[in-house]
């Protein structure tokens, strides 16, 4: 099955600092990424959806100025935590959908990124 | 608006006991149906979907049909083992767009 992977998959930075994690498609193109933030024993919650060369789509409640989100190629989308607290402090999941078929395009899910602010 | 309910967990059963994770959707239109697995310290794995009513979809000796008149999909296993220990997503991807909405999860622990 298709591939995509998380770069780094565990990050600890101080608090206001900012972090940069990396979502890759390694077998396919991804035309579509999303992006998931997955509290301590809780479900996923929907961050942003993200379609290559254009602007994330963000979910009700979730600042866009503090979670930058690019989409520059097919296969690479970055998720920037902007001077990140320790309430930023989740685990992040990147999925990847490809192959322009759109609805029922299954999506991928990468294996994470656990940030740790202090 | 969509959404996913799954039994609360934890789950705890013996090997070889036989498993069954409820799972209820309320969706509009026709969704496709998901279970993700979360191993410890992983991300998440699908395990199997369904994409219409009636369709069963399989894996690894798990199992989950897409029943419409009762609005579930829930998941079974005749015989688990410790190795099935993690924790099990329900989910839904609307027909309207690619979003899927997630179950709250059900913890699953085996004792050998």
């Known amino acids: 099955g298709a591939v995509v992977s998380q770069h780094p998959s565990r990050v600890i930075c101080k608090s206001g600092t900012s972090v940069k994690i990396e979502c890759r498609s390694l077998?396919?193109?991804?035309?579509?990424m999303f992006w998931y933030r997955q509290f301590p024993k809780q479900s996923l919650m929907l961050m942003a959806t993200?379609?290559?060369?254009?602007?994330?789509?963000?979910e009700q409640g979730v600042e866009k100025d503090k979670f930058l989100i690019n989409h520059a190629s097919l296969t690479l989308s970055t998720l920037t935590v902007t001077s990140a607290h320790p309430e930023d402090s989740s685990f992040y999941i990147c999925?990847?959908?490809?192959?322009?078929?759109?609805?029922?395009?299954?999506?991928?899910f990468g294996p994470g990124t656990r940030l740790l602010v202090l | 608006g969509d959404s996913v309910t799954q039994m609360e967990g934890p789950v705890t059963l013996s090997e070889e006991a036989f498993l069954t994770i409820n799972c209820t959707y309320t969706a509009t239109g026709y969704p496709s149906l998901f279970w993700y697995v979360q191993y410890p310290g992983e991300g998440l794995q699908l395990l199997l979907k369904a994409t219409k009513a009636d369709d069963k979809g399989s894996n690894k000796g798990f199992e989950a049909t897409y029943r419409k008149e009762t609005t579930s999909f829930h998941l079974e296993k005749g015989s688990v083992q410790v190795s099935d220990s993690a924790v099990y997503f329900c989910?839904?991807?609307?027909?309207?767009?690619?979003?899927?909405?997630f179950g709250k999860g059900t913890r699953l622990h085996i004792l050998p």
């Open positions: 077998d396919f193109q991804a035309t579509t």
């Open positions: 999925s990847a959908q490809g192959g322009g078929r759109g609805w029922g395009e299954t999506q991928y």
């Open positions: 989910a839904l991807e609307s027909n309207r767009d690619d979003k899927i909405i």
């Open positions: 993200s379609n290559e060369g254009s602007k994330a789509t963000y």
